[in-house]
């Protein structure tokens, strides 16, 4: 008799939402985590004292898009959504400001004011392309397969009108894309900067779902837990115990156990635990290059992309609210602020990225969840978290993470104080996260927060190789899900929701 149905490897949140649906299910699970928390890149902690840092992932915006949260009945186990509106803010140097607003029409509306013919562009951008976010969302929410795309895309009706003219658009770069909508490079930026949040740069090609996906933002909306984006791993962890499963902490995976072409269980720490069915929730260059003994390491498993990182993100404890010179009230507080001058600044910035350069001007994410969530800092205090782009995780000449990050980190605070000037003097406590933190801390390689580059050559059934997408591996009782596997990166969960339908399927086969 194994010790349980099934055992996971790694508690990040799609592992989480694996294991918590085949606890739900009446499975007896175990999950095993690296770290001494749950959560992997979506955990919380009180870096300085009063204030809560997210360590990883911010802003729940794909997750809403599931029903995983409903069908979990994560609420039962202490999970509070905030729903945060307006979702945009980008301000610019000389006052301006453009916002994206929940309410598709608002956001028109304010458009329209501030750039006539802009707000009617961007209605018209939402309807060529709402089709195409339903199709890409479903897609998300089934296993990848050329079938499964077909259907979706072209059974689904997922372009509107002439495929022969929506197809050019959908090959393109996505910071072209913007072009054949919008005429102020005002409007284009926000749009790009971040679609660029998914890693590939607006010069790529075939990248153009990243800012056709836009109507989905106004489905979804954003939120986040309270307490911190942890407080849904938290939740998970609750939930999963509460249906007899078990959560081990500081429980490092040496090693899966393989009998001839089938996985039995894990080794941690030198004691052996064994399953019926094993789901890594690793990073993919864990699973088959560290936790798979060698003759079983498909040959696919060599060639993933991981590339050299992309973000580095600087947190900060506040003692006062920040305050943006383009709109001092406090919706700009509340939204994702998506700073960044135009197209031009992010190539910029990529060219340095390219060079194996920090680069010398970054584009940023600024979020102060603080205005929603009276929680996450003292009373007066804020939290100012950076996301900036793009941070090589490999510097070029040698240079070392150790020897630049205080300056580096300084550069991201300059870029950000030209926007709402007296920040700096406003911080009491600091974490800078670059990739080579990431790396260390959270165990992504290389400092992707993707895990694997999200493009074209892997994504749908190629993530995270061609043969092993579809949740399942070459190995019986072998199953994958996370970031390494489709849909990706980012909090949705949709991977961890996917793969646990697959291991159900299968376990409940072997029942009859
Ligand atoms: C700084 C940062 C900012 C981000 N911002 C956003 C955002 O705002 N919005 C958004 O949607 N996404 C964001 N992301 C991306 C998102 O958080 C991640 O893509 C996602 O959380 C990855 O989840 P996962 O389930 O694949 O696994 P991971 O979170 O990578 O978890 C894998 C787990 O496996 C564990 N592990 C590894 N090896 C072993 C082993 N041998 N034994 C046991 N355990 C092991 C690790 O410790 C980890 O807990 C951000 C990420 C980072 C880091």
Not at 275 to 293: D, I, M, Q, Y
Not at 367 to 393: H, I, K, N, R
Not at 445 to 471: I, K, T, W
Request: hydrophobic letters at 40%; glycine letters at 12%; charged letters at 25%.
């Amino acid at each position: 008799m194994p010790d349980f149905d099934v055992i996971t490897v790694g508690a990040g949140h799609n592992a989480l939402i694996t294991s918590a649906y085949l606890a739900q299910a009446g499975y007896k699970v175990g999950v095993f985590e690296r770290r001494d928390v749950v959560g992997g890149a979506v955990s919380t902690k009180e870096i300085v004292p009063g204030y809560q840092f997210d360590l990883g992932g911010s802003a729940h915006i794909l997750i809403r898009l599931t029903p995983i949260i409903e069908e979990l009945g994560l609420e039962r186990y202490g999970l509070e959504y905030i729903d945060i509106d307006p979702l945009f803010f980008a301000p610019y140097r000389d006052g301006e400001s453009v916002f994206i607003h929940r309410s598709e029409q608002k956001t028109v509306e304010g458009l329209e004011r501030s750039y006539p013919g802009e707000g009617e562009a961007y209605r018209r951008f939402m309807d060529d392309w709402r089709p195409f976010g339903k199709a890409v969302k479903e897609l998300f929410l089934s296993t990848p397969s050329p079938l499964n795309l077909g259907k979706k895309m072209i059974f689904g009706k997922a372009i509107k009108g002439d495929w022969k003219k929506a197809l050019p658009k959908i090959l393109k770069p996505y910071g072209e894309v913007v072009d054949s909508y919008f005429k102020e490079e005002r409007v284009k930026t926000p749009l790009v900067w971040m679609a660029a949040q998914s890693g590939p740069p607006p010069s790529e090609p075939f990248s153009s779902p990243f800012v056709l996906w836009q109507p989905l933002y106004h489905e979804s909306g954003m939120a986040r837990p309270k307490g911190g984006s942890g407080m849904l791993t938290q939740a998970l962890g609750r939930h999963i115990e509460a249906h007899g499963g078990q959560l081990f902490v500081n429980a490092s995976v040496e090693k899966i156990l393989v009998e001839g072409t089938r996985a039995t269980g894990v080794q941690v720490g030198g004691q052996v635990y064994t399953a019926r069915s094993v789901v890594a929730g690793t990073h993919a260059l864990e699973t088959f290059g560290k936790l798979l003994p060698e003759a079983h390491r498909p040959e696919g498993s060599r060639h993933m992309r991981v590339g050299n990182g992309f973000g580095a993100i600087l947190r900060l404890a506040l003692n006062a609210p920040v305050r943006y010179s383009a709109h001092p009230g406090d919706a700009a507080r509340r939204a994702l602020g998506l700073i960044c001058r135009d197209r031009a600044q992010l190539s910029a910035a990529y060219g340095d990225f390219l060079a194996g350069r920090p680069a010398a001007d970054p584009p940023i994410v600024a979020m102060s969840f603080s205005a929603v969530d009276d929680t996450l800092a003292p009373p007066g205090g804020e939290v100012l978290w950076l996301w900036a782009q793009y941070f090589p995780y490999e510097l070029a000449h040698g240079a070392r993470w150790a020897d630049i990050e205080d300056e580096v980190a300084e550069r991201i605070l300059d870029a950000y104080e030209v926007y709402a000037p007296g920040t700096k003097a406003k911080v009491v406590g600091k974490l800078f996260q670059h990739p080579e933190w990431l790396e260390r801390h959270l165990g992504l390689y290389r400092g992707n927060v993707m895990h694997l580059e999200m493009s074209l050559d892997q994504m749908f059934a190629l993530r995270p190789f061609l043969g092993m997408a579809e949740y399942k591996t070459h190995l019986k009782g072998l199953y994958l899900t996370g970031a390494s596997t489709h849909p990706g990166g980012g909090i949705m969960g949709a991977s961890g929701r996917n793969a646990a339908r697959v291991v159900l399927k299968d376990l409940e086969k072997k029942k009859v």
